[in-house]
């Protein structure tokens, strides 16, 4: 089945504890980008990647690192997570930047 | 002005009733232009694309109008599973913008 798969779902954490959230994509995709979405502000893109090895920031990039070295994973750190990155977070892939994304099913993070 | 605007709604229709959104992006040299549907916490998913000459989906219709820079879905015969947040998405012209622009979405709410 073609699919975005994040993990975890949920996570809590505690302000400074550097965390991982995966995200891997079995459609050979080039494209996948991160995304967070708070009430009121929508879906705001935190960084892309057009291929493997490249990788761009998106509109809130702070706070956040990626990488891209394998096609299909797109893991997105954490460094020092902070209250204000408590988010329900997507992945997404596509075949190209404007091509129509397949989403992840999300994952929601609570920082304290 | 936001580069993609909608009204946030909510739309309170009855069961069977039709129903149309807009959307405005104001980069006139926008290519591409998508309806993603979001259920509550749940990740986005592609309802359809929107083409220049319009496209239907059963009950689904899409529109572009580049004149004035919009495009609509309208929704035929409203079922109580179609409620939803309908999102908006536009591409700009290529260049350094690598990335696909989501609006805040619109709320729809079908009443039996």
């Known amino acids: 089945e073609a699919q975005v798969t994040q993990n975890p779902r949920y996570l809590i954490t505690v302000t400074g504890k550097k965390l991982t959230v995966t995200c891997s994509q079995n459609m050979n995709h080039e494209y996948m980008s991160w995304y967070r979405q708070d009430p009121g502000l929508g879906l705001r893109q935190i960084y892309y990647?057009?291929?493997?090895?490249?990788?761009d920031k998106g509109d809130v990039p702070e706070g956040y690192k990626v990488s891209r070295k394998e096609k299909r994973n797109f893991p997105l750190i954490l460094e020092s997570p902070s209250p204000n990155q408590t988010s329900l977070y997507f992945c997404?892939?596509?075949?190209?930047?404007?091509?129509?994304?397949?989403f992840g099913n999300g994952t929601r993070l609570t920082v304290t | 002005r936001k580069e993609v605007e909608q009204d946030p709604g909510p739309f309170n229709v009855p069961e069977g009733a039709t129903v149309a959104f807009n959307c405005t992006y104001s980069?006139?040299?926008?290519?591409?232009f998508f309806w993603y549907r979001q259920d509550c916490r749940k990740e986005p998913k592609l309802l359809m694309s929107v083409y220049s000459s319009g496209n239907e989906d059963g009950r689904f219709t899409a529109q572009l109008n580049r004149a004035s820079q919009y495009i609509s879905l309208l929704i035929r015969d409203s079922k109580l599973s179609d409620s939803a947040t309908y999102l908006c998405v536009v591409t700009p012209y290529g260049g350094a913008t690598n990335k696909l622009i989501f609006g805040t979405g619109t709320l729809l709410a079908v009443q039996p």
């Open positions: 997404a892939s596509s075949w190209r930047w404007n091509s129509p994304l397949h």
């Open positions: 990647s057009m291929n493997v090895e490249v990788t």
């Open positions: 980069n006139s040299a926008s290519q591409s």
